[in-house]
Each structure stands twice: as structure tokens, then as C-alpha cells.
């Protein structure tokens, strides 16, 4: 675990170092084409591989540990705690115990829930909002930054 997070994380503590979101201005293909900021994602838009938008999460940042950008797969992207697919290895990793750079906090972050728990953000497979937490407590501890399946 990232030696910034605490080992006993309590209900207090949560949203500070474990909640996910990605900034406003990170684009999301729709089915239909056009590429619009998560931030104007709408509830029902359908993502370009068909997942269903269920619910959009604006996150207060000012109280979050970090924001950094992280190289994913050549891809730069800007959140917190992210939770993605490893194509080549197989395997499901946060942005928990990556470097990354760290990034003035912008005043909120964004992340979606779909009906398949999953979207892709330049052919990356993120995670919705509600794994990105609910990974943590599937395995009833707060220190498996890593899910292998």
C-alpha cells in the first residue's frame, strides 16, 4: 500500500485517500461519435462500446490526498485513484502505488457508473466509481492496491 494511506482506514477517511475521479475535461467517446468532457457525460448516454451511463459522481477535490497525471499505456491521464484493466498482463490495477505527477487539485473530479462497471477512455478500460471503492472492501482489507482475476 502507498505509504501515504493509512493502514486503518476508517468511514472519516475514506473519500480522502481512496475516492476516484478523473478531471473535467477528460473526453469520453459516445456510441455516437462525438468525444464530449466527462463533466458533460448526461445519465442514460450510451459510451462507444455500448455501456450505459447509470449515474455521473462530481467529487469535492479540496479535501482529496492527490491528483496526479499518470502514463497509462501512452495515454496521459489526470484523476485520482483510478482503476483500469492491464490488457497485457490480465490484470486489474489502481493508479494507487504509481508515481505519477502530481497536479494543483482542480475544485472537483468526475467518474461515471455504467451498467457493466467498466468504460474506456482512449482504448484503456477504466473501472466505474463504484469498483474503484468496492474493490477495497471485496477483499476486506484497504491495503490490495493490485486485483488479479
Do not use: C
Request: no cysteine; charged share 25%.
Amino acid at each position: 500500500l502507498n505509504e501515504s494511506i493509512p493502514h486503518n482506514i476508517g468511514k472519516s477517511t475514506i473519500h480522502k485517500y481512496l475516492d476516484s475521479g478523473f478531471l473535467e475535461n477528460t473526453k469520453i467517446e459516445l456510441e455516437d461519435g462525438r468525444s464530449v468532457d466527462i463533466k458533460d457525460i448526461e445519465i442514460n448516454d450510451i459510451l462507444k462500446f455500448g455501456e450505459n451511463v447509470l449515474g455521473i459522481v462530481k467529487i469535492d477535490a479540496k479535501n482529496l490526498n492527490g491528483v496526479r497525471e499518470y502514463n497509462i499505456n501512452d495515454n496521459m491521464i489526470i484523476g485520482s485513484n483510478l482503476v483500469f484493466k492491464d490488457e497485457t498482463l490480465g490484470r486489474y490495477i489502481t493508479t494507487i502505488n504509481m508515481g505519477g505527477i502530481q497536479k494543483v487539485k482542480p475544485r472537483y473530479l468526475y467518474h461515471l457508473i455504467t451498467d457493466t462497471k467498466t468504460f474506456k477512455i482512449n482504448n484503456v478500460k477504466f473501472f466505474d466509481y463504484s469498483f474503484s471503492l468496492e474493490h477495497y472492501l471485496i477483499n476486506d482489507t484497504y491495503s490490495s492496491s493490485t486485483l488479479i482475476y
